[in-house]
């Protein structure tokens, strides 16, 4: 079992649609990413929070929208998505955004844009 | 620029061998290195880091890393491998000179162990 939890699972939806991914964690860390990863590659950072201030944004389209409602949660907004943002998207948490900790990932959330 | 490289696609090896993934790394000033892996379906696990101080590590499921300065490598090993270690594997990097917090991942590393 993973202690940072995701949800859904699996996403369908269509290009017009509203969605959300969602992420929690109770570990007390301070630090919590969005990761973007296709098949077989590496993740790729997308948003990075910091005591629940965003600290990076790594020139993600504004069609994907991150929020930080508290230290537990993580939120990634979803709008008028694109075939090619068909992907396992991962969220993690790390104990500080500029320490030495591991990070530690939820199972992600395998989104499919029709 | 930060940058880690796993030279190898895919590793094979037989159950009970014993088996290495490779990296090697480029940053600036001193590294913080990590190890992760991925089993299908599921998100990354953290396997084991280095910071500083002993260069041999050893981190989860019988899995340990020698950190190389003068080679630039934190090479995975494990002296038995069973089938369940088949998995995706990532070396991985924190700039720690520049307080920098991004993690760089490798490409990974696809193991294979048969049977």
């Known amino acids: 079992d993973t202690e940072v939890t995701q949800t859904p699972k699996h996403l369908v939806m269509g290009m017009t649609n509203k969605k959300s991914l969602k992420c929690e964690q109770h570990m007390g860390h301070r630090a919590m990413y969005w990761y973007k990863q296709k098949a077989k590659k590496p993740p790729e950072l997308m948003f990075v929070y910091s005591y629940e201030k965003l600290s990076i944004n790594e020139s993600v389209p504004s069609r994907f929208s991150p929020e930080c409602p508290n230290s537990s949660l993580l939120n990634l907004h979803l709008h008028a998505l694109q075939p090619e943002d068909s992907a396992l998207y991962l969220c993690?948490?790390?104990?500080?955004?500029?320490?030495?900790?591991?990070?530690?990932f939820g199972d992600g959330t395998r989104l499919s844009i029709l | 620029a930060q940058s880690v490289a796993q030279p190898e696609d895919q590793v094979n090896v037989a159950e009970g061998n014993p088996l290495t993934v490779k990296c090697t790394y480029s940053v600036s000033g001193n590294p913080y290195l990590f190890w992760y892996v991925q089993y299908p379906n599921r998100g990354l696990q953290f396997l084991l880091k280095y910071i500083t101080g002993d260069n041999l590590v050893k981190g989860s499921y019988g899995f340990e890393a020698e950190f190389n300065k003068s080679q630039t490598s934190f090479h995975l090993k494990k002296p038995s491998a069973l089938v369940s270690d088949s998995a995706l594997y990532f070396c991985a990097v924190r700039d720690a000179n520049t307080g920098g917090f991004k993690t760089i991942f490798g490409a990974g590393t696809r193991l294979f162990v048969k049977a």
């Open positions: 993690a948490s790390s104990l500080d955004e500029g320490d030495n900790q591991p990070q530690h």
